[in-house]
């Protein structure tokens, strides 16, 4: 109310800005978007997805045209605008082909047997990593459960490369013996 008041920019209903910036952004989409549609096709974007991509664009478009300047032509500006987006989608189907390719095939399913199985091999770990010392045990934890090389398990502990490999020493022939008792001295092997 005290905007229409006054005189000068205040006075300028907010409405008619907006509608005005709407019929800008209107204009573009309708001049350009066939020249978006044809070059998210051009920068290899799948058919079933450049609806999608087109939207981003004109997404990035509405927020960006306020600032467009127009020291290059509009076509330039949505042309980059446009390799963004379809960079952005190619560069997410590699990530997801790569996350696919790399989860493993699901095999049969587990039956009561392999279940129980299972479960007595996690309960066995767990009584044996009871019998470590604590140094011991998150060496041993980092490096043969997680696959975490010594170098790096003396970053993530702030030890010495050595000491790494002397508690992990101690840790495997601990095991050793662990297995060993387990089935009767018959797995110590050579020697055991």
Do not use: C, K
Not at 35 to 57: K, T, Y
Not at 147 to 171: P, S, W
Request: no cysteine.
């Amino acid at each position: 109310m005290i905007a229409a008041a006054m005189p000068g920019p205040l006075a300028q209903d907010p409405s008619a800005q907006t509608s005005a910036a709407d019929r800008e952004f209107e204009a573009v989409y309708r001049e350009h978007v066939g020249f978006v549609w044809r070059n998210l096709r051009r920068l290899g974007v799948p058919e079933p997805e450049i609806e999608d991509a087109a939207h981003e664009v004109f997404l990035v478009v509405l927020r960006r045209l306020p600032q467009f300047d127009g020291s290059a032509a509009i076509t330039t500006w949505l042309y980059a605008i446009t390799r963004g987006i379809a960079s952005n989608r190619r560069r997410g189907d590699l990530r997801r082909q790569r996350r696919h390719a790399e989860a493993p095939e699901p095999g049969p399913a587990e039956g009561p047997g392999e279940w129980l199985e299972r479960s007595q091999a996690a309960a066995t770990v767990a009584r044996f990593l009871a019998t470590l010392t604590p140094e011991q045990r998150v060496v041993f934890e980092l490096f043969e459960i997680e696959g975490l090389r010594a170098h790096e398990v003396g970053a993530a502990l702030d030890l010495n490369v050595n000491t790494v490999y002397t508690r992990l020493r101690a840790a495997r022939a601990r095991f050793a013996a662990f297995v060993a008792a387990l089935h009767g001295g018959a797995a110590g092997g050579p020697h055991g």
